[in-house]
């Protein structure tokens, strides 16, 4: 078994896959990067021009300001609590900016790291899954070479478990990198630094409210773990799901398009989530996981983490059964 | 397909000659385990398929319908993937049948370099690297140039009879298959029509007599060798005989008052049995 | 070799990818499903209310971010310095209670007095300082031009509903009280001044109009006060005013009511 997969991933990796996420890795967060560092530009000029906030020392005074105004706010009893632990946590930044001496609205490598794979998880690193997952199958069947694995000896379920573990292990190595680069792209813009800036999560979602009474600052590191979690899952779910399009159809193109247009239509889909509960079920509008822990999304009426890893989970689970039984059972007549 | 028998023993090159979609690939492909009969049995080494399905395609080298390889690895590293996959192939015995087939000087090219009769090389190379005791080759002889066909040729016997493998090969060619195999089993429309050894060939002839009275000479071969004789033209008899009976049936004719006007013998060739067991499908 | 290195590259990559991805998923599990933190805090509107007793003059304050005292860096806001002035001027015990909220609107005001949570401290207020409106006003800011004249117009009828609806319900709870109503002033300074001068100028005189039919009710100009003082009166966030300006307002209200708290 080990040196089946360790085949399945000498091939992905002669085969260049890989390398071309890599690469398009590369493109986009630099292109994000970039993108970032100009607006971020435009935002202080803007400010500049709305508060007079010329000098950069000026964002202090800011942020004290708004300490004492939240302090205030904590001491009043017309405020209920749910508000306050939001308060609470806004202070405890604004304390934090300014005993580091971070403007708020400059960027770190750290948090611009998380923003990118908040931005990402659902289209564009489930686009670099389906790269990675679509041809496994499909490609095999497409050339021919199938029949060398399937008459070897070795029974269908290992070659295709073999190659699945291999997908698992090359999306990890995507995740890694998808880090690496962006940590090190962002640095070259955005410095180094930001790894114990505080950042708020503990989110909930009940009876469709947002409910923020858990809200807790954690250090940027340990929320851009988090992120990081969520995304290898969304990556899992979605590499799933790809690979059993690759086991059912036998052109690559062909495994590509569907997934393309699934994920496409996920986005389109999740503007009717509020009104329309069927859609909810399908695993292409639960990839927003990320908005459910940076408390940033539109709570809609039963729709929670729980729920979204629930779906996820039950469409990963059964993508393997019927990816397993398919293969098992079809003729092979390339 | 229906109704298809057939043993391949040790030591043996067996021929499967059939016209193009006669039904040659479907059951290598069964025999290989690609496709699962309806109903029907494989055994391999006494393993059956359904049943012991590694123990049987441990044993069990083959090339289906075409010799397709990973085009982005380079030879050798197609034929060590392959043989990551069982447990008794080395590095050296992968050497070994580079050597064999002829491709040391180009298996650390990649395979989209490859010539067709390149790839079928080392095709043929990964179905004999792992010592099966059943070699399966779907048209084997596909790509390679006279010079290559007739080394295979040498190959298959050392295979067969040196190694002791059972080695079945599938074609359309009958010239090659004729000249290949040791028995051949000819199919057309899924049905195997029949089994023969090739040296037997040699001993039936089809003789062509032109005689006045056709009839009395179908009767006569029909009563006296239990010969089934057909009239091709209005005084024409055809028939398939052993060639040492020509003469006593001459004489035959001759004591019952026919008029024999002519009489040619072709030495019976697996072409003319092919025809004749066919009917005549276009085959190349 | 080449190739055993990449493999073990990529499994010791995976590995340690599965490690962090691992611990990253169990921590959001453990964040965003954890059961609500029990809250030891009072709930709103149980806390001790000012009880109307014959020595005390209760002032309740509601409304924005104003009303709250926002941008005071001493952190008194209106009520402090109110309650400051008004020692000078009557020997009764001033008590204040300040129920504003930053970012509230007209709509949001009359909601949260609907829903019966403020009652007691409304009954029981001598003086009701009312600061709403400015958030509705600068919705409109964001606006181009083209749309803007429109949305000013409905958001200025809406405010004006709501705010009517808000005095009535209050005086349904409390006929005696005086309301105190803070006019808007302009924050934006030179900006689009001329547009700007008209809306801020056109939706005080229609408050005014509105406080004007309430015998007990009084409007507090800031427009000029604050108009050619912006550099003075205004906090660091250019939006409220800081402690002078807070100040300035308090005195304001205090001359106001001085005459009516010797009747009191």
């Known amino acids: 078994m080990y040196r089946l997969v360790q085949n399945e991933v000498v091939k992905m990796l002669r085969k260049k896959r890989l390398y071309i996420v890599l690469g398009i890795l590369l493109i986009m967060i630099s292109a994000f990067a970039y993108g970032q560092y100009h607006s971020l530009d435009r935002t202080r000029e803007q400010l500049a021009k709305r508060i007079g906030m010329t000098d950069t020392g000026d964002w202090r005074k800011l942020a004290e300001q708004q300490i004492i105004d939240m302090k205030n706010r904590l001491d009043s009893h017309y405020m209920d609590e749910e508000h306050n632990s939001t308060t609470r946590v806004r202070m405890e930044q604004l304390q934090y900016y300014l005993d580091n001496n971070i403007n708020p609205v400059d960027i770190s490598g750290a948090r611009f790291t998380t923003r990118f794979i908040e931005q990402s998880i659902y289209l564009f690193l489930p686009l670099l899954m389906i790269l990675l997952a679509a041809d496994m199958v499909s490609g095999e069947l497409a050339g021919g070479t199938v029949k060398l694995l399937l008459t070897r000896g070795v029974p269908r379920w290992k070659v295709l478990l073999s190659k699945y573990i291999a997908l698992l292990l090359l999306e990890l190595n995507v995740v890694f990198f998808t880090l690496l680069i962006s940590v090190a792209v962002s640095g070259i813009f955005f410095g180094y630094g930001g790894w114990t800036e505080p950042v708020a999560t503990g989110f909930q979602v009940a009876a469709g409210k947002l409910i923020t009474s858990n809200v807790v600052n954690v250090p940027q590191w340990q929320y851009l773990l988090m992120v990081y979690g969520l995304a290898y899952f969304v990556m899992v779910v979605v590499g799933t799901v790809s690979f059993m399009i690759s086991v059912l159809v036998k052109s690559t193109a062909a495994s590509i398009g569907i997934m393309l247009s699934t994920l496409v239509s996920g986005t389109f889909l999740s503007s009717f989530l509020a009104d329309w509960t069927l859609p909810r079920y399908l695993f292409m509008v639960n990839m927003r996981l990320t908005d459910y822990i940076s408390g940033s999304l539109r709570p809609i009426e039963g729709m929670n983490l729980t729920f979204s890893l629930t779906v996820l989970a039950a469409w990963m689970v059964a993508a393997i059964v019927v990816s397993f039984w398919y293969f098992t059972k079809r003729d092979i007549l390339v | 397909m229906r109704d298809v028998n057939l043993s391949v023993f040790p030591a043996e090159i067996f021929g499967f000659l059939g016209a193009n979609g006669a039904g040659k690939t479907t059951t290598i492909r069964i025999i290989a385990g690609l496709i699962k009969p309806d109903r029907g049995k494989v055994a391999i080494g006494g393993f059956s398929l359904d049943h012991d399905f590694i123990k049987a395609m441990s044993q069990v080298g083959c090339i289906i319908e075409s010799p397709d390889m990973y085009k982005f690895l380079t030879g050798m590293e197609n034929l060590q993937q392959l043989a990551a996959m069982s447990s008794r192939v080395t590095q050296q015995r992968l050497d070994e049948v580079v050597e064999m087939v002829g491709l040391k000087h180009r298996i650390n090219d990649r395979v989209d370099t490859y010539s067709l009769g390149m790839k079928q090389r080392l095709g043929i190379a990964q179905a004999v690297m792992g010592r099966p005791r059943l070699l399966i080759l779907d048209e084997p002889a596909n790509g390679l140039d006279p010079a290559g066909i007739a080394e295979l040729r040498q190959l298959l016997r050392r295979l067969a009879y040196e190694e002791d493998m059972a080695v079945l090969v599938s074609s359309h060619i009958l010239a090659e298959v004729q000249q290949m195999c040791d028995t051949v089993a000819i199919i057309s429309k899924g049905v195997v029509l029949k089994t023969l050894k090739v040296k037997e060939l040699g001993n039936d002839v089809v003789v062509e007599w032109q005689v006045d009275k056709p009839l009395l000479a179908i009767e006569l071969l029909k009563g006296n060798w239990d010969i089934a004789a057909e009239q091709t033209r209005k005084n024409r008899v055809k028939a398939v005989i052993e060639r040492v009976m020509v003469e006593d049936i001459n004489q035959t004719f001759i004591n019952e008052g026919l008029r024999l006007a002519y009489c040619e013998a072709h030495g019976s060739t697996l072409e003319d049995l092919f025809l004749n067991l066919t009917g005549g499908v276009e085959i190349v | 070799m080449q190739k055993r290195y990449s493999w073990y590259g990529i499994v010791a990559i995976a590995l340690f990818s599965l490690i962090f991805t691992l611990f990253g998923f169990v921590q959001t599990i453990r964040f965003t499903t954890g059961s609500p933190v029990s809250q030891t805090a009072t709930a709103p509107g149980t806390a001790d209310k000012p009880v109307k007793e014959g020595n005390i003059i209760n002032v309740f304050i509601i409304g924005d971010s104003i009303a709250m005292g926002i941008g005071d860096e001493k952190l008194q806001g ?113 900006d689009n001044a001329n547009e700007n001068a008209k809306f801020v100028s056109e939706w005080n005189y229609q408050t005014q109009l509105l406080v004007a039919a309430d015998q007990k009710a009084i409007f507090i100009p800031t427009y000029d006060l604050f108009k050619l003082n912006l550099d003075r009166f205004m906090a660091a966030d250019k939006l409220h005013p800081n402690s002078t300006g807070y100040q300035m307002i308090s005195y304001l209200i205090s001359k106001d009511i001085e005459n009516m708290l010797g009747q009191l």
């Not at chain 3, 949260?112 to 009701?128: E, P």
């Not at chain 3, 009535?168 to 409390?174: E, G, M, T």
């Open chain 3, 78 to 190: 209106i009520g402090g310095y109110l309650k400051d002035l008004m020692k000078t001027q009557t020997p009764r015990d001033i008590v204040v209670d300040n129920a504003g909220i930053d970012g509230l609107k007209t709509a949001e005001l009359l909601q949260s007095i609907k829903s019966g949570r403020m009652d007691n401290a409304l009954k029981s207020a001598d003086f009701i300082v009312i600061s709403i409106g400015g958030n509705d006003l600068r919705e409109i800011q964001r606006l181009t031009d083209v749309s803007r004249e429109a949305a000013y117009q409905e958001k200025k009828a809406a405010y004006l509903a709501g705010l009517k609806e808000t005095t009535q319900k209050i005086r349904a709870l409390n006929k005696n009280s005086v309301l105190i109503f803070i006019g808007l002033y302009d924050p934006t300074g030179q």
